[in-house]
């Protein structure tokens, strides 16, 4: 059931992201050329390119930054899942999982 909950939480916080992001990129490709068309069609590679900049950036970081950074964060539906997986003053679920699996190599979410 948490499994169930949290894998429905991800989908629906992966399926907002992309919305957001492709309606920011448009927005932004154009405000930068209004009259353009090809505008429009640079926004698949806006996309892209932050998505490499994002994996970039995660790479860095560790699960207790994660955990940390997730206890501080404000937006409600991040919150439901940090009431999940961190508990008040406990060790959080991330940081649990990675003691007993070690470091595995890492999978890309479809």
Known sequence: MLKERLKNRLNE????????LKSLCKKEALAS??????????????????EIQKSTLLENF??????EM???????IARD?????????????????????GSQPKEQPS
């Open 62 to 67: 560790t699960v207790g930054y994660l955990e």
């Open 13 to 20: 916080m992966i399926l907002r992201r992309k919305k957001l």
């Open 81 to 101: 899942v940090v009431n999940t997986l961190i508990p008040p003053e406990q060790a959080g679920a991330l940081l649990v999982i990675e003691k007993m699996y």
């Open 70 to 76: 997730l206890k501080s964060t404000t937006k409600s």
């Open 33 to 50: 050329n209004p009259s353009s068309k090809d505008a429009l069609s640079a926004v698949p590679k806006m996309i892209e390119e932050r």
